[in-house]
């Protein structure tokens, strides 16, 4: 019995996600709390760098996933609120979850990622 071509990424992009996975749930539960006591405060230029910083590392490893064109960076002249960078981070863990599911699973022997050689 044939079996369907997995599709594959290279290894870059999966030592990236392993990097940049944990930082991007941590954030997230970040902007979660602040988001609770004070969902309209807006984001201040330091912030701003540091979030669109690991966003940038998500969209190299994104970059030809079907997703990608519903991943925006934050727009450092919009000012953003803490409720708007919840829903943004939530876009990309599920981006990040999607491209996991995509890419690692089992080979029938043992579940390992699926990589272009």
Known sequence: MKTKPQKQ????????YEIIIPLLRAMRSEFQ??????PEAVLNKSKMKIVNRLLESCRKILAS??????????????????SDVVLMLS????AMSQFHST???????????FIDK
């Not at 990424?9 to 990236?16: C, F, G, K, P, R």
């Not at 876009?91 to 599920?94: C, E, G, H, I, P």
């Open 91 to 94: 876009q990309y863990v599920a």
């Open 65 to 82: 996933e079907a997703s990608f064109d519903y991943l925006d960076l934050i727009d450092e002249d919009d000012v953003p609120q803490n």
């Open 103 to 113: 890419y690692y699973g089992s080979d029938g022997e043992k579940y390992r990622w």
């Open 9 to 16: 990424t290279s290894s870059e992009n999966v030592e990236l």
């Open 33 to 38: 709390e602040l988001s609770k006591k004070k």
